[in-house]
């Protein structure tokens, strides 16, 4: 698949259906009885609400011409006793549906969130991160209101109209197909709005989502940007990017803000209409001028729920655009997942073997072809060869990040895609180039390895690293706060740091990719007098290009054009004079 | 930082106003027109009414004059059309507003974003900064698009109805505006109430932000930790936290409306009593009932309204206050106002002044002296956290010295524009960032229209031509944030690549090649040596291979120069150098 950037949109493969809604109900459903709840409490108000006119118009027929104060006040009063009924009822619903609203979003996030904890790397490799980001944050809000009171609105406003319509054709029959033939009128001209709109807030969310992605990129890259003194080019393009925003909102709305004076319009004409028809065609005579009365304060009365209805409808195409592409995501297929009978791994003893093993990224480029080896439990192997060879390939595959083209990787002779991930990648500790630190204390990132880690835990852990010492000369030593993009600490810090999150964690088999890079050679070979003593009889796997690092492993296997070419210690590879000879030979300054 | 009252911020949105004020006012002009029109529309289909249906000559009229039906209704459909199409124009003016200002204040954002020193970038979370520009500032297109708009139909509408009350019955309308004042306390209560909840909710939606980028940001720790159980944790209470901060702001709305609605509907109320005994009374005509009774909701609606348009103004409140913060952000590295204009080319002379630098208190560099001459090759190397990246991110003027002077070609770099010394500078860091574009983008990244045999000629350069012309799409490839997809080696050949093609005068590798094989190294320093263009050469490096052949190695310990001098030299010196080259060499000096 295609990578995404912040200059594409991304394309929507499924067409627009109410399906999206249908799906949602699995949010909703769980709170269907407080949506029961809310539809009675709301009908009860609306019953007793119509109460209110018939209290009015006894007061003005009957009371005033007989000039009866005190039942006026009764009335009053009666009225008053109404209002209460409906305020609070409606008010009753109001919170009922507002906690069912937020409660769903809830949910929403809950699922999408946790679904991009099963997501491989590949999907977020694929695409500018803040455009994931907008999905979980922005888009799931956008959607509360549709799914709580939107949907109790469109029963309530349907039932509504539908009680309308029965007495409409109580009173005349022939002026209610009247008044019902602004319908497929109206229908018309919002079948054509729906088409233009739902593309144009597609073409919104699809704007935003790139703007997103490029803010985000350049908050991450401000030190790149400095360095180049790109932030013209820069502006620029955000610029650009922030331009098709306006412009596709503004013509979002075109289309949406249409709606309401589309209804309005309509409405009136069928009033209109109603005049006409019944006074001049029909007649007077035929129909009284009761019944044109009542007809055209029904007609009122259907289009009021009409015009509801619309801007509900609105809020539908405009929001469904983002429920979308929060479905998307949630179906994004996992592709490395638990096996349906997946058991839980023991404890690794730490033998590990690859049979035949292929792999590729991108189909018809492998990257693994055919590798099999054998590792005892206690050994410590590394991986050596040319950038882009497969080292972290191997390494990645033992925590199956991936999952194989053929064959099989084994720990302890069970075939890893059938054991649970959680039991195989909790017992493995992987540090990788690319040392991450979370914002939050010096602490809290060495805890992430261990989630109930004492201080002195965390403590004996930076002091195996080395990483004791500079911690501890910090103002606020292990509490100091860090931020992701820190620069508070070096890069060889970071690396430090991330390194005792992983022994913290007393992974069976250690994986250090490239793990001591930024780190100068001094540091690294006293840590490494701290960490022999802690891996005495546990598998690791080291890929390192300062070949210092490694000279001492149990096995180091050469890996170039898709496999392990050459395979021994150290003495042995030196005595065959092949390729890690002259690596070796090379960095050895004369 | 202060961000000021309610008013200053309020008058920090009129002032962004400039230059779309007309257009506003046009539209606050439209809206005052479609509301008198809501109110005098009725009036027509009334006058239908009286004329042809209940009115005494109705059926005298409809016999001899029917012409006038279809006139006035002509006139009741043709004035809505007018109306909803003023309505249409209405909107869609503030719009057009709201959208001129979102962009115009998004983009200056942007900009100060741009411009802002590293110290800023460490003091912010991305997700905060994510939030103001989005989230934020969408709030604030809403109390332009939407707030003000209500306000002025509140007002319009609840102002001419009292008036023309006021006119027809004065006593009456009396009693009916008797509720005004307990709305206005009401409402006034609430805002007071829902102030800080409004804070409180923004701030809780920043944390979730921030939570959420972080975990897609680090999702190769969380998968390698089989930590994604304790994310959704985190992650949980963020959304809870966020959620209780909705609803509690909601409920307080929820709280006070049914007191505003209960008042609202006092109105009809107190219509019938005080009307009614005035209709009894022979004080007022049914005809002034009727026309008080068609216009209460002229005065109620208003009342409804007028607190969500309070509660949506808190909201744009607590948002502005956090983009303003943004706005006055200055950055503390500005370029001097009389500061020395040098577009072309530096000689590339670089001397450490008697430097020291802290950060947060701490001190990092400590009076350093440094004299790297024209053309140089310099290597820095020292312990972890020795200063080495602090003392080279002083070059780019990424930070400012605390004391002393860092001079380039004999001029304080802080008397030279930031971008014309930046642009002489070709700086690969440490922890390799790539954007997600092709890798022919990211290598042209400092200069968008370098021709494409350059970006080649400096991949090849950097080693990196080889994997690329394997790649499927070769320079087209797009490769993923931060340069995912690729191995460390290949992305620091293609961040060397990126440094490279904008022929500084000036090159700062920082551990540029930690991830790269030996073989692809030796490569690299040939090429490097061979630069067709006169460059002085800052490598910080571990290895000893990618420093021995320095003109000059500096060894950094506590932000202080302990050794200094060529390979050989160090190595009679017997220091740490000379220790470091045994460690590597396998004890062989």
Known sequence: MARNTYGQDEKLEKPFDFRHLLRASVYIKKYAKQMICALLLSAVAAGTGLLAPMVTQHALDVTIPEKNKQELVLLGAMLIGIYLVSVTFSAVRSRIMNIVGQNIIFD?????????????????????????????????????????????????????????????????????????????VLMLIMGYIKNHQRRAWQKVSNKNSNLNGYLQENITGARVTRAFAREDENEKIFADLSGQCREAWYEAVKYSNLVWPSIDNVSVGVRAALYLVGLLVIGRGEVTVGVIVAMTSYAARFWQPILNLGNIFNNFINNIAYLERIFETMDEPVTVDDAPDATLLPEIKGEVEFKNVCFSYEEGKPVLDNVSFSVKPGESVALVGPTGAGKSTIVNLISRFYNLNSGQVLIDGQDISKVTLHSLRSQMGIMMQDSFIFSGTIADNIRYGKLDATDEEIKNAARVVCADDFISAMPDGYESEVKERGSLLSQGQKQLISFARTLISDPRILILDEATSSIDVQTERALQTGLNAMLEGRTSFIIAHRLSTIKNCDKI???????????????????????????YTAQTVA | MKTGSETSRIGWLLKQM?????????????????????????????????????????????????????????????????????????????????????????????????????????????????????????????????????????????????????????????????????????????????????????ERLSLMNTATQENISGNRVVRAFAREDYEIAKFKEANTEYSKANKKTVLTWLTFFPFIEMVANMLPVILLIVGGIAMIDGRLTSGQYVAFSTLTWALANPMRSLGNVLNEFQRFSAASAKIIELDMAEPVVVDKADAIDHPGRFEGDIVFDH??????????????????????????????????????????????????????????????????LRKNIGLATQDVLLYSDSIDGNIAYGDIDMPESRVRRYAKHAAAREFIEELPEGYGTIIGERGVGLSGGQKQRISLARALAIEPSILILDDTTSAVDMETEKNIQESLRNLSFPCTKIIIAQRISSTKDADQIFILRNGQITEQGTHDELVAKKGYYYELVKLQNGGVA
């Open chain 1, 557 to 583: 296997m050469y890996i170039s054009d898709g496999g392990i070419t050459e395979c021994g210690t150290h003495d042995e590879l030196m005595a065959k004079h092949g390729a890690y000879y002259k690596l």
């Open chain 1, 108 to 184: 929403i996030r809950r699922d999408l969130f946790g679904h991009l904890q099963k997501l491989s790397f590949q999907y977020f490799d694929d695409r500018p991160h803040g455009k994931i980001q907008i999905r979980v944050v922005n888009y799931v809000n956008s959607v509360s209101d549709m799914l709580s009171n939107g949907i109790i609105n469109v029963i309530l406003e349907c039932i509504n109209m539908v009680f309308i319509v029965i007495f409409m054709f109580m009173v005349d029959v022939s002026l209610s197909l009247v008044v019902l033939a602004g319908v497929p």
């Open chain 2, 355 to 420: 430097v020291s630098f802290s950060y947060d208190k701490l001190p990092i560099i400590r009076d350093l002296n440094m004299h790297i001459k024209p053309g140089q090759t310099i290597a820095i190397m020292g312990e972890t956290g020795s200063g080495k990246t602090s003392l080279i991110q002083l070059i780019p003027r990424f930070y400012d010295p605390s004391e002393g002077s860092v001079r380039i070609d004999g001029v304080d770099i802080r008397d030279l524009k930031q971008e014309q």
């Open chain 2, 18 to 202: 400039e230059g779309n004020r007309l257009l506003y006012v046009w539209g606050i002009f439209l809206t005052v027109v479609y509301n008198v029109m809501q109110l005098t529309v009725p009036y027509f289909s009334q006058l239908i009414v009286d004329d042809f249906l209940t009115g005494e000559n109705a059926a005298h009229n409809l016999e001899n004059n029917p012409t006038l039906l279809i006139v006035e209704v002509a006139a009741m459909v043709l004035l809505t059309f007018t109306r909803t199409i003023i309505v249409y124009c209405a909107c869609m003016t503030y719009e057009k507003v709201s959208q001129n200002i979102l962009y115009k204040v998004r983009n200056r954002l942007f900009d100060k974003l741009e411009h802002q020193d590293m110290s800023f970038y460490d003091r912010f979370r991305t997700g905060d900064l994510m939030t103001r520009l989005t989230g934020d500032l969408d709030a604030v297109r809403h109390m332009i698009a939407w707030v003000v708009r209500m306000l002025v139909e509140c007002v319009v509408l609840f102002g001419s109805a009292a008036v023309y009350f006021l006119i027809l019955d004065v006593q009456v309308a009396a009693c009916l505006l008797i509720t005004a004042p307990v709305i206005m306390i009401l409402t006034g209560a609430f805002r007071n109430r829902v102030k800080p909840m409004h804070e409180a909710l923004r």
